[in-house]
């Protein structure tokens, strides 16, 4: 398995699908199949157009919470590696906003556990967002 700090970050500036998608492989020759996860900013939300969203979390409860999430999936999913990417800040509509990138031997825990993975990162780890609109800024409550 790959390094676990290199594994899951949080960070400010963008990231690269592809060198994530390539660390991920890097770890094991035995990966037939590799699921991705990409979530990005959009332009509109609960019926409000939107400019921007900014993120903000509790880093020193979010990263390790992250890690163990990672390591949990894996117990769970027989994966072979993972990875998952946050970014903070101001991030534009349209901008990349999470990365996830599992890794099995086969594509089925792949996909389970990728979609695992956003769906217990949106209720466990503390990250929170607030969107800018035409009609100010509020923060939103996370969806399911």
Same mark, same amino acid.
């Given at each position: 398995?790959?390094?676990?700090?290199?594994?899951? /970050?949080?960070?400010? %500036?963008?990231?690269?699908?592809?060198? @994530?998608?390539? &660390? !991920?492989?890097?770890?094991? #020759?035995?990966?037939?199949?590799?699921?991705?996860?990409?979530?990005?900013?959009?332009?509109?939300?609960?019926? /409000?157009?939107?400019? %921007?969203?900014?993120?903000?979390?509790? @880093?020193?409860? &979010? !990263?390790?919470?992250?890690? #163990?999430?990672?390591?949990?999936?894996?117990?769970?999913?027989?994966?072979?590696?993972?990875?998952?990417?946050? /970014?903070?800040?101001?991030?534009?509509?349209?901008?990349?906003?999470?990365?996830? &990138?599992?890794?099995?031997?086969?594509?089925?825990?792949?996909?389970?556990?990728?979609?695992?993975?956003?769906?217990?990162?949106?209720?466990?780890?503390?990250?929170?967002?607030?969107?800018?609109?035409?009609?100010?800024?509020?923060?939103?409550?996370?969806?399911?």
């Amino acid at each position: 398995m790959g390094e676990m700090k290199d594994a899951v /970050r949080i960070q400010l %500036e963008d990231f690269s699908q592809d060198e @994530e998608v390539r &660390a !991920l492989q890097a770890t094991s #020759k035995r990966m037939g199949g590799i699921a991705t996860f990409l979530g990005c900013a959009r332009d509109f939300s609960e019926g /409000r157009e939107v400019s %921007e969203i900014s993120f903000d979390a509790y @880093e020193r409860m &979010a !990263l390790p919470e992250m890690q #163990k999430l990672r390591a949990e999936a894996i117990e769970r999913f027989a994966l072979l590696d993972a990875r998952l990417v946050h /970014r903070l800040g101001v991030i534009r509509a349209g901008e990349a906003i999470v990365f996830i &990138a599992t890794g099995a031997e086969h594509r089925a825990p792949a996909l389970d556990a990728c979609r695992w993975m956003i769906d217990e990162l949106k209720k466990r780890v503390p990250i929170w967002k607030k969107e800018t609109t035409p009609q100010g800024e509020s923060w939103v409550t996370p969806h399911p």
